[in-house]
């Protein structure tokens, strides 16, 4: 695994973004995604549960939103981690909760150095992660080599439209609705999420295109890559599996 690197300012920059979010997080992605995004994560859950999987790494995992419905679905083990230790407490919470310690483990790290061997998983999962990083490709690559040879890797990210016309409705709504709507219900925190999001896809994407994500998971050692834009290209879900000799 290498020597282990001091977090970037990019980890930095994402940890502040979040750290005052998690008690309403979910509630929140799910109103002012007009309910969305429990669409998008469902058809995640869908493709990492289809592998029948015994062991799951959730990465950026949030307030476990994803991890319960991952154990919900299917009996395997899963590790949550997230670089944000409020969002993780709200995880543990929720994860007790639901009566599920004994199969969902939380921990602290980076998805850029994980801590653990090469092919730990027989699948991975995560959730807007990648405009969080530094190099997403690098990323990429350390998710490849924790999971094993012909398991199952899926994710969701935010994307652009490029209809027109939903594009026109998506510029409008995340550069004005959103941070109107997520002051009025979620107050500073969520306001200051709200500016920031619309500019940070739109960016994301001028720099690093679809068609580059592809690549990097190709390169990666992943085969069989997919994507599946949903609700107009506003959501984007990948997959893909690892090769035998990779």
């Known amino acids: 695994m290498g020597t282990k690197r001091a977090p970037t300012e990019v980890n930095g920059f994402a940890r502040s973004l979040f750290r005052d979010l998690p008690s309403r997080y979910d509630t929140l992605a799910y109103l002012l995604s007009f309910g969305q995004d429990r669409r998008w994560r469902r058809a995640v859950v869908d493709r990492i549960t289809a592998a029948h999987p015994k062991k799951v790494l959730d990465v950026a995992c949030g307030p476990a939103g ?11 083990e899963i590790v949550g981690i997230d670089l944000t230790e409020d969002m993780l407490r709200e995880g543990l919470s929720n994860v007790r909760a ?21 092919g730990t998983f027989d699948a991975i999962s995560f959730s807007y992660l990648m405009r969080y ?10 998710l490849a080599r924790c999971l094993a040879p012909g398991g199952t890797i899926a994710c969701l990210e935010f994307h652009v439209p490029r209809w027109a016309p939903a594009h026109a409705v998506w510029w409008l709504y995340t550069r004005v609705g959103l941070p109107i709507a997520g002051g009025l219900s979620g107050g500073r925190a969520w306001y200051r999420v709200g500016r920031f999001l619309g500019p940070n896809i739109s ?5 690093h295109p679809v068609g580059a994500h592809v690549a990097a998971w190709r390169a990666a050692g992943l085969q069989d890559v997919r994507i599946k834009p949903m609700s107009f290209g506003g959501g984007l879900i990948m997959w893909a ?6």
């Open 203 to 207: 960016n994301h994407y001028l720099r």
């Open 133 to 142: 990083v530094d190099d997403p490709a690098t990323t990429i690559g350390e």
């Open 98 to 118: 639901a009566g599920a310690s004994d199969r969902i483990k939380l921990a602290i790290a980076r998805a850029e150095e994980l801590p653990f061997g090469d």
């Open 241 to 246: 599996t690892r090769a035998a000799g990779a």
């Open 66 to 76: 994803v991890t319960l419905a991952i154990a919900a679905a299917c009996d395997a």
